[in-house]
């Protein structure tokens, strides 16, 4: 039977393949395994393997505990609470008055360097007021003399 094969096949003619044929085969080839590799995924999305869905370590095994806190325990941890509280709020007296007698001085300050520029201000005002006065005074002598 392979003879009569052979010689059939020996009977067809057919054309060497060239570069484009076997291109297009390799793209025919890639084609199907892209199919086949999607398939696989739409499988295992459908019917997913229970194996992907355990945890390892158990972390829902619970350890029991006897370890209970005492009443005398619960005293003594609210006793040192109400002490850090009352330091707190000790402590925050306490910047509430620096910062008031620290506004004091910069208030003070201020008023300070409002009347120096004040000061400075009005004095400015009365040299400029001489000095547009002994140039009007000027003018009008100048003027003056040219009549």
Same mark, same amino acid.
């Given at each position: 039977?392979?003879?009569?094969?052979?010689?059939?096949?020996?009977?067809?003619? @057919?054309?060497?393949?060239?570069?484009?044929?076997?291109?297009?085969?390799?793209?025919?080839?890639?084609?199907?395994?892209? #199919?086949?590799?999607?398939?696989? =995924?739409?499988?295992? !999305?459908?019917?997913?393997?229970?194996?992907?869905?355990?945890?390892?370590?158990?972390? #829902?095994?619970? =350890?029991? !505990?006897?370890? @209970?806190?005492?009443?005398?325990?619960?005293?003594?941890?609210?006793?040192?609470?109400?002490?850090?509280?009352?330091?707190?709020?000790? #402590?925050?007296?306490?910047?509430? =008055?620096?910062?008031?007698?620290?506004?004091?001085?910069?208030?003070?300050?201020?008023?300070?360097?409002?009347?120096?520029? !004040?000061?400075?201000?009005?004095?400015?005002?009365?040299?400029?007021?001489?000095?547009?006065?002994?140039?009007?005074?000027?003018?009008?002598?100048?003027?003056?003399?040219?009549?």
């Amino acid at each position: 039977m392979t003879n009569l094969a052979h010689q059939l096949f020996a009977q067809v003619n @057919l054309p060497a393949p060239t570069g484009s044929d076997l291109m297009v085969w390799l793209g025919c080839a890639a084609f199907v395994l892209m #199919l086949i590799n999607q398939g696989l =995924k739409v499988k295992n !999305s459908i019917f997913p393997s229970r194996s992907e869905h355990e945890v390892y370590p158990q972390p #829902l095994s619970v =350890k029991e !505990s006897h370890a @209970l806190v005492t009443e005398k325990q619960c005293h003594d941890r609210h006793i040192t609470i109400e002490d850090q509280i009352r330091d707190l709020r000790s #402590l925050r007296m306490d910047d509430v =008055k620096t910062a008031g007698a620290s506004r004091e001085k910069m208030y003070q300050a201020m008023k300070e360097v409002r009347s120096e520029l !004040s000061e400075a201000h009005d004095r400015l005002r009365n040299t400029m007021a001489k000095g547009f006065a002994d140039i009007e005074r000027s003018i009008g002598r100048l003027e003056g003399k040219s009549q």
